[in-house]
């Protein structure tokens, strides 16, 4: 699995995108770039995942560099619901166990 | 569409004492299933996980087993709680087609406190 860096933490206004770096440098060919969010004392939730393509769905969008090394997770119109830590997660999608394995993600403060 | 199950939400239990915390899955069917605990701060710590009935593998060694007695069950239990397994147990499944697995699905936790 390769190893993903992000930022411990981060602010956003009320209604404004939300960027989320990522950074995955050693990632392998046959690896996803995945995202999952928690929010506090529940259980993480699914947002996305891309291989090089940018992706988007109702909840964001995934944009990832063409050299793979690095992906950003957009929230378009972040609203207070989204605050939450965002995990950026590199893994294959081939079922070894589907081990994902989470960091310490980014804690996203959405202000009003 | 497919759910999860999982209790009890919250879990305050004695040194020594036994524990058994279940999980089970809706809507689908041969799901991968997971056991994963958040300590402090904001990591995940995959325990066990489970490919099929019967089959567990430990990723981490522990005071802690894993069963899964039926296709859509899943169980997490010790004889003797220890202080340091308090924590937030998660349970989470992903299906399977062929070799592809789709992204995990999380349960709303057990926060387990051991006094």
């Known amino acids: 699995d390769a190893k993903t860096t992000q930022p411990p933490s981060m602010d956003c206004a009320e209604g404004r995108a939300a960027n989320l770096p990522c950074n995955h440098s050693?990632?392998?060919?046959?690896?996803?770039v995945y995202w999952y969010r928690q929010i506090h004392s529940q259980g993480p939730q699914y947002i996305i995942h891309?291989?090089?393509n940018n992706e988007t769905n109702e909840m964001a969008s995934l944009i990832i560099t063409e050299d793979r090394k690095s992906s950003t997770l957009i929230l378009p119109h972040a609203t207070l619901r989204d605050t939450a830590v965002y995990y950026c997660i590199a893994d294959t999608i081939y079922n070894q166990g589907g081990k994902l394995i989470f960091g310490q993600g980014t804690e996203l403060s959405v202000k009003p | 569409s497919q759910t999860i199950h999982q209790w009890p939400a919250t879990l305050v239990q004695p040194v020594g004492s036994p524990l058994s915390l279940e999980c089970t899955v809706e809507?689908?069917?041969?799901?991968?299933l997971y056991w994963y605990r958040q300590a402090a701060g904001r990591g995940l710590q995959l325990l066990f996980y489970s490919v099929g009935i019967g089959q567990i593998s430990s990723e981490v060694p522990q005071n802690l087993s894993a069963s899964r007695p039926q296709d859509r069950q899943f169980i997490l239990s010790s004889k003797k709680l220890l202080l340091s397994d308090s924590g937030f147990y998660l349970c989470?499944?992903?299906?399977?087609?062929?070799?592809?697995?789709?992204?995990?699905?999380f349960g709303n936790g057990t926060r387990l406190t051991v006094t």
């Open positions: 891309g291989l090089k």
């Open positions: 989470a499944w992903s299906g399977s087609e062929g070799s592809i697995t789709s992204p995990l699905h």
């Open positions: 809507g689908t069917s041969n799901p991968n």
């Open positions: 050693t990632i392998s060919g046959n690896e996803y």
